[in-house]
């Protein structure tokens, strides 16, 4: 492990390290080789997914600011929001959420366990952006006497991606035990955090493999520069010089918008399913499968090109109605 990131607070969060797990169904299906799934979905907090990893360093940076309580921002429907519930709650926090969109009322998927855990929830006010409504709401909680810690958008800053960072080591360690050399690793590319850690800690460890994220929104215009602007705060923390290491970004798999599915993610989830009884998320991870179907289809990735994909979790999802938390970028 790098001994810059040894260094940094850490608060145990995550069940690591994760499986790397074959899936000779699926890879078959695709028309593949080789193909490997990192069973982030099975991180433990909550349900899992790959916001545990990014916690670790957000709620030891808050309690190292005595923080008593942690806010952040996200969808009704956001994985984020669900697990910086359960951290706030494993390290003796609240939580407090700030909904993005109009406000809707039925309590399903995710907010289910938002509202399990005790978390509270407001939405911003007309013609108030989610991010404003946060930092009202942080200034409200300091009037009245309260230590907030403000948590971004999937806990996406330089504190956050120090997880994928970590996880980008312990997926290196374990190729390295198989005599693995993937030519992909894929990811969902959201908010960026967990596609800056990874392509830092591929780097890092000195891994050829090329960084993939795909796309699940529009929402930020430039990711690649969001990714570099993310790899370039965790690296000012770790006190290192930024790498020369880019990801590529694939945005065509996005289709109406965040949380809108497609023909494609439709069929990966099932797929997936169906052949390796593996269940993706609708908003995140079959987006990011359907990409590497329609790259795979296309020609793009060859049959002998080894290929990781990053399971991110999300599943909780599955069990909203898209009409009433998603609506077209």
Not at 80 to 103: I, M, N, Q, S
Not at 193 to 217: C, D, F, R, W
Not at 309 to 314: A, C, L, M, P, R
Request: charged residues 20%; glycine residues 12%.
């Amino acid at each position: 492990m790098l001994p810059e990131l040894e260094r940094m607070p850490r608060v145990e969060l995550a069940t690591t390290p994760t499986a790397l797990q074959e899936a000779p169904r699926l890879a078959r299906e695709l028309g593949l080789d080789k193909l490997l799934i990192k069973r982030d979905d099975n991180t433990g907090l909550a349900l899992g997914g790959n916001k545990a990893r990014k916690l670790e360093y957000l709620v030891a940076d808050a309690l190292a600011g005595g923080a008593d309580l942690l806010l952040t921002v996200g969808g009704p429907q956001s994985n984020h929001c669900r697990a910086t519930a359960a951290a706030a709650r494993v390290a003796g926090l609240e939580a407090r959420l700030v909904f993005t969109g109009p406000p809707v009322e039925a309590v399903q998927g995710n907010m289910i366990l938002d509202q399990l855990l005790g978390a509270t929830w407001t939405f911003p006010g007309s013609g108030q952006s989610a991010a404003e409504r946060m930092a009202e709401l942080g200034d409200e909680l300091l009037a009245a006497g309260r230590r907030p810690y403000l948590i971004p958008s999937g806990g996406s800053n330089g504190i956050g991606a120090l997880g994928y960072v970590r996880g980008a080591l312990e997926l290196t360690e374990q190729l390295a035990e198989r005599g693995l050399r993937p030519r992909y690793v894929f990811c969902a590319a959201g908010s960026c955090g967990t596609l800056a850690g990874l392509t830092l800690g591929l780097a890092l460890a000195g891994s050829e493999a090329q960084v993939v994220g795909v796309s699940v929104s529009t929402s930020t215009p430039d990711r690649l520069a969001r990714t570099r602007e993310v790899m370039a705060e965790s690296c000012s923390r770790l006190g290192i010089d930024l790498p020369d290491a880019t990801p590529v970004i694939w945005d065509q798999y996005v289709g109406a918008g965040y949380g809108m599915p497609t023909d494609l993610s439709t069929r990966a989830l099932e797929v997936a399913a169906r052949t390796e009884g593996l269940i993706l998320d609708p908003v995140y991870t079959a987006k990011a499968f359907a990409g590497l179907i329609g790259e795979v289809e296309a020609g793009r990735v060859g049959r002998g090109d080894p290929v990781v994909f990053i399971h991110t979790g999300g599943t909780p999802a599955l069990f909203a109605d898209p009409a009433l938390y998603w609506r077209p970028d």
